[in-house]
């Protein structure tokens, strides 16, 4: 019988520019390494543009990084969303504090996307890399880990730890907001994928 699939939330504000790009991004990413199916990333807002594609500039960005985002609609943030996920990847330290107040178990699992990458980043391979054939058990693991990391690093400045918003904004932001987002992906990607 196939495991339940582990389920990764991405949040951002209007679900147009950053929680989409992560989400498609991440998906890719974690397909790639667990095999389709294994991991389902969503994504929502906390002031989303309900049913609204994904914003062009930001669509370019995603796109001239080799992923896809055909078929996504932007869709509101829900409690139920941030109570089903097993682990809840923000774009900014704000959008966690939301997510926390909508569900406040989450504050176990939910954490900025650049913050989340510093912290995978300071476990040890042999902590991360422990075989596992369920991404969802696996993805628990590291999550309960990085949770653990918290407090035992120098906390990261908001400048660090958030990803710009570029809606609305100048060609330079977007390239400024896939800059960060691709920076950390890697870490995410190698952390959360199959050891």
């Not at 995603?62 to 985002?69: I, S």
């Not at 941030?82 to 923000?90: G, I, K, S, Y």
């Not at 966690?96 to 912290?119: C, I, N, Q, S």
Request: glycine share 8%.
């Amino acid at each position: 019988m196939p495991s339940t699939p582990a389920r990764i939330l991405t949040v951002c504000t209007g679900n147009i520019c950053r929680s989409p790009f992560l989400e498609r991004a991440l998906q890719a990413e974690l397909d790639r390494s667990w095999g389709v199916g294994a991991v389902e990333v969503s994504s929502g807002g906390t002031g989303a543009l309900p049913g609204h594609a994904m914003e062009d500039q930001a669509r370019a960005q995603l796109e001239r990084q080799g992923y896809a985002a055909n078929g996504f609609l932007a869709r509101d943030l829900t409690q139920s969303m941030v109570a089903d996920a097993d682990l809840v990847l923000t774009a900014t330290r704000a959008h966690r504090g939301k997510v926390a107040m909508l569900h406040p178990k989450a504050l176990r699992y939910v954490f900025a996307f650049r913050e989340f990458a510093d912290l995978v980043s300071g476990l040890e391979d042999s902590a991360v890399q422990v075989p596992s054939d369920s991404a969802r058990e696996h993805i628990e693991r590291v999550v309960a880990l990085a949770a653990g990391q918290r407090g035992m690093r120098a906390p990261l400045g908001d400048a660090e730890a958030d990803i710009v918003d570029p809606y609305r904004r100048a060609a330079q932001v977007f390239e400024d907001m896939t800059t960060q987002i691709m920076g950390s992906l890697p870490v995410v990607a190698r952390a959360l994928g199959r050891p």
